[in-house]
């Protein structure tokens, strides 16, 4: 039974999935995020009550699985950039495996949707063992993360229902600028002024994310252009690596096509040779410092007859202009981007599924909250 014929008339609304009603919740629940915490441009998390162990931290882990991981991939590339603080991530399930040498002022960070993991459980009770404090970051009030951990957030796009995680994955992300800023700014380790441009684009991303959504109709006909594909990679380089990884754990999830993430450069590397006429990669393209040498190496997948489809900042539309598909996302400080970008793929994702007939909210073999090891 699907999760939509489940649920009562008045939470379908207007939409036929759940996925899709949570991928357009995002157009509030990410600015809800944000304004608790964004004032006058700059990060406040002071009402949390994480101070102590949130600025005395000279090293930070950042853990989850699946989705929540990614979202610390891109915590790690915004709190080492802003914050100047050393940070790792890593997956739960490896984590507990890994002989750490764990030192004074250092602090974990567990993101999970549910706050039940079994994996990231395992890893915040490593870090408890050896003093260690730990910060969760959940969507869930009442759960165990929290319980054990020593303070925790909660997040705010409400209830997640669909099994592929959309709405929290964007307020995971959130909550990364928040730490990333708010670490900066209390360290002193940024220009207070482009924090606080950082800060005011962050508050004005509604109309941003329009932008994006407002492209829904062409990214439901690119999905239906390639709704017969078996294989594709994602591909970025620096916070688009990230995402990219995120796209494709999403397409996997609901569609069952064969999706890897790749850092853009590594492609050259071995990965090319599996390229074959008309095969597609989804490739990020949103910071300018990169994009040169991410359009060179796209430019290789050409040459093997693969096809591309961009994700591309409106100011780097003339770098991908022969690339097959192009979908554009607003111009935004390239730190944010990861908010808009991922957007796409969700959709991508969730069209890639309805048109391959498959039950996009209920995935075949996946649960929503992993409590096994
Ligand atoms: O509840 P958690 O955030 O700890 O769950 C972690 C992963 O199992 C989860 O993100 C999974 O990868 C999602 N189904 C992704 O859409």
């Known amino acids: 039974m699907s999760v939509m014929s489940q649920l009562p008339e008045y939470e379908k609304g207007i939409y036929n999935h759940i996925m899709i009603k949570e991928i357009h919740q995002q157009e509030k629940t990410i600015s809800l995020e944000l304004a608790d915490y964004i004032k006058d441009g700059l990060a406040d998390l002071s009402s949390l009550g994480i101070d102590d162990i949130l600025l005395s931290a000279e090293k930070i882990y950042l853990i989850g699985c699946g989705t929540a991981y990614h979202a610390g991939l891109v915590g790690r590339t915004l709190i080492e950039k802003l914050a100047g603080i050393p940070v790792e991530s890593d997956i739960a399930s490896e984590f507990g495996y890994r002989h750490i040498p764990w030192r004074k002022n250092q602090l974990m960070v567990v993101i999970s949707q549910s706050g039940e993991t079994s994996d990231t459980l395992m890893a915040l009770r ?156 989804v490739a990020l393209v949103t910071q300018e410092k990169t994009a040169d040498k991410s359009i060179a190496n796209l430019q290789e997948i050409r040459k093997n007859g693969g096809h591309i489809i961009a994700v591309c900042s409106e100011k780097l539309v003339s770098l991908c202009g022969e690339f097959e598909e192009i979908i554009t996302i607003p111009n935004v400080n390239s730190d944010i981007t990861p908010l808009l970008s991922v957007l796409p793929l969700q959709l991508f994702a969730y069209y890639m599924a309805v048109f391959r007939g498959n039950d996009v909210d209920k995935p075949r073999g996946l649960t929503k909250s992993v409590q096994v090891e």
């Open 126 to 281: 490593e870090a408890k063992k050896h003093g260690v404090p730990v910060l969760a970051i959940t969507n869930a009030q009442d759960c165990t993360m929290n319980r054990e951990a020593d303070r925790f957030m909660v997040i705010k796009p409400g209830p997640e229902l669909a099994i592929a995680s959309t709405k929290a994955y964007t307020s995971q992300l959130v909550v990364m600028y928040l730490l990333a800023l708010y670490l900066a700014d209390k360290k002193g380790t940024y220009d207070k002024a482009e924090l606080k441009e950082i800060g005011h684009e962050l508050m004005g991303i509604d109309a941003a994310i329009e932008k994006v959504f407002a492209q829904e109709e062409k990214i439901m006909n690119i999905a239906w252009r390639y709704r017969h594909i078996e294989d594709t990679f994602y591909l970025g380089r620096g916070l688009d690596a990230a995402v990219a990884m995120e796209g494709a754990l999403k397409l996997k999830e609901t569609s069952y096509i064969h999706s890897e993430a790749y850092a853009t450069g590594e492609l050259k590397h071995g990965p090319i040779a599996v390229i074959t006429p008309g095969m597609p990669a």
